[in-house]
């Protein structure tokens, strides 16, 4: 074996490093874990011709291919500003001739080179090594690898990032908790099962299956539970929701006692990424301070797009999911690069690494059942001191939320846990939310969403009731808000094709006009209120997009047939003067309350926190 022509830049030094004292930080994958991903979310082919598989990809002659890309590239900011970590090291197995740089860039996405070699090998592989120190990220940038052919060509296969060990690895263990997805579940099992890294540092993986049709039931699960043995653990418990089933995870792990630990957390319904547990892991194990580390969300209908690149709330206006500054929301990653190094306020628990310590200090999650209890636990940590980083190039693919409606059910626990949140962490204006309120009560009812007047009313009833609504960890408030909605036709969806008591050729698509300028908005509300009560309104029925139901236009109109926003089907609106009348007067009976009560009830959920989230309440939960 030889090489020659080498040549490598002041910045960095080309070596052969033990692996004993490493820990792999990320691997450098070349394609997907499913057809459905594109291989340039992992790798670029920028010219040339390339066969990428998982862990290899083949140059033809001159070809370059570049990892700097979602999954390729190693977040240097990140690193530096959050670990320890000095210096990285990246290492391939390559064979054939070519040239391989390191590049970083900067906040700006400006490019600079690190370090270079060419190389010519006889037909075996050789392992390559460049050491490239960790400094000058602060704000942002990042590092990748670049292969480039001319008149040979190159193998590149087992490349990786590492950095030095810490003294001792933490011990980990993952967490999915499920509730009648079962064939969901088993397969984000054998996804991380059959991956021959994700597992290594993996000491046991915890089933929380609160459901009646159980994954222990599927073939598929049976043999990955085989092959994992006494490694993984399938707890069955009732349906505590998100809350419940994942704090199950730190419940046991804490209950183990021994060394401060790291739980990763996995939604059962995703197309999972085995390296977002490797890249958590090992970022965590390097922290210089305990920090809950997040993966993000890739949307699984649009596999390339980034939900978004950090996440903050506003919690007087119980908004969630709102991107800060300068980081990329909804954006195609083959696209747009997160060179800017951001801060979140919380991350979601569709992937999340979360340290023992954490719990030590803080507690578990509140019994909220569902929505928002991310969001508590990551404002209440980071109110103890306790950072979110949510690390780019660690994620999995979820259901885009864009396509899941706005009226369902889960609703409630929306606005309820919102106003929880709110009162924990930010001083709930009881005012001001029921203005705002006010406002969405007088929108849903003008476009004839009762179900969703409703739901807001009794998630402002519940929330008054005070922290004894919680005792039951949430099952009778999902059970009620299901049953209870249910009442409402318009809760339901139809297929487009057999609409009751409408004919196809009834339904004419109405599209919506101009958004009312901001200024004119309650005019406007007031204007569609006085029309309905005299029944200046369309009889219809006329059919509008998911896109053009907005409450001013919908509410022009006595039979409206909306298409559902998951696209699968249509929801039936009708004009319903009792259903509006009654729900009007108990919805600014419950607005009245929450002027007048939210300071007292925001204390009383202060005061029961301690009790709520610990130990004791948990396990009496779970018995």
Not at 81 to 101: K, L, N, P, Y
Not at 326 to 335: F, G, H, T, V
Not at 406 to 433: C, P, Q, V
Request: with cysteine.
């Amino acid at each position: 074996m030889s090489h020659a022509d080498s040549t490598t830049t002041t910045e960095a030094e080309s070596v052969d490093l033990p692996s004993s004292t490493e820990l792999r930080a990320q691997r450098l994958l070349f394609d997907g874990p499913s057809p459905l991903v594109s291989a340039d979310m992992y790798t670029t082919v920028a010219k040339g011709n390339v066969e990428r598989s998982r862990y290899a990809a083949k140059l033809a002659k001159r070809t370059v291919l570049e990892t700097n890309s979602y999954f390729g590239r190693f977040p240097a900011s990140y690193w530096q500003r959050w670990t320890d970590v000095t210096e990285v090291r990246f290492s391939a197995s390559v064979a054939g001739s070519g040239r391989i740089d390191i590049v970083a860039t900067d906040y700006k996405g400006r490019k600079r080179t690190m370090a270079s070699e060419t190389l010519t090998t006889d037909g075996r592989a050789r392992r390559l090594g460049f050491a490239v120190p960790v400094k000058q990220f602060l704000d942002g940038g990042a590092l990748f690898a670049r292969f480039t052919t001319t008149s040979g060509e190159l193998t590149v296969e087992d490349a990786e990032w590492t950095v030095d060990a810490p003294e001792k690895l933490r011990p980990t263990s993952v967490v999915i908790c499920t509730f009648n997805r079962a064939d969901d579940c088993a397969n984000t099992v054998a996804a991380m099962a059959d991956d021959p890294i994700a597992l290594l540092g993996v000491d046991n993986v915890y089933v929380v299956d609160q459901g009646t049709d159980q994954v222990q039931t599927r073939p598929l699960f049976q043999r990955v539970a085989a092959e994992l043995g006494d490694k993984l653990v399938y707890i069955t418990q009732p349906n505590l929701g998100g809350a419940g089933g994942f704090t199950r995870g730190l419940y046991e792990v804490q209950g183990k006692g021994g060394d401060p630990a790291n739980v990763v957390f996995m939604d059962d319904d995703v197309l999972c990424e085995p390296e977002a547990i490797v890249r958590m892991n090992a970022f965590a194990n390097k922290t210089i301070e305990p920090a809950i580390i997040g993966a993000q969300m890739l949307y699984l209908l649009h596999p390339d797009r980034v939900h978004v690149g950090a996440e903050v709330a506003n919690l007087q206006k119980l908004e969630a999911g709102l991107h800060v500054k300068n980081a990329i929301s909804d954006k195609s990653a083959l696209k747009k690069k997160q060179e800017i190094r951001v801060d979140a306020g919380y991350n979601g628990w569709w992937s999340c690494l979360i340290p023992s310590e954490i719990v030590s200090q803080i507690g578990y999650p509140l019994p909220l059942f569902f929505q928002w209890d991310d969001i508590e636990y990551g404002y209440r940590a980071r109110a103890n001191g306790f950072a979110t980083v949510t690390l780019p190039g660690a994620a999995v693919w979820h259901a885009d939320f864009a396509w899941k409606d706005w009226d369902e059910w889960h609703r409630y626990f929306n606005l309820r846990n919102g106003m929880i949140t709110a009162s924990l962490h930010a001083g709930l204006d009881g005012k001001k939310l029921a203005r705002q309120l006010t406002t969405d009560l007088f929108r849903y009812l003008v476009s004839m969403q009762y179900g969703m007047a409703f739901t807001l009313i009794k998630a402002i009833e519940d929330f008054l009731v005070g922290p004894s609504k919680l005792t039951d960890g949430g099952m009778d408030a999902a059970a009620a808000i299901r049953r209870d909605r249910a009442a409402y036709n318009e809760t339901k969806r139809y297929n487009a094709n057999s609409v009751p008591d409408v004919r196809p050729a009834d339904m004419f698509i109405t599209p919506a006009g101009p958004h009312p300028k901001k200024s004119l908005e309650w005019a406007v509300l007031a204007k569609r209120v006085l029309n309905q009560s005299r029944g200046r309104v369309h009889p219809g029925p006329v059919a509008i997009s998911a896109d053009d139901a907005h409450w001013w236009h919908v509410s022009l109109f006595a039979h409206a047939v909306v298409t559902d926003r998951s696209q699968e089907g249509v929801r039936v609106r009708k004009r319903d003067k009792a259903a509006a009348s009654e729900l009007l007067k108990r919805g600014l009976t419950a607005l009245r309350r929450l002027r007048v009560e939210t300071d007292s009830v925001a204390e009383s959920y202060r005061q029961a926190v301690p009790e709520l989230t610990s130990r004791e309440n948990w396990t009496r939960l779970y018995s």
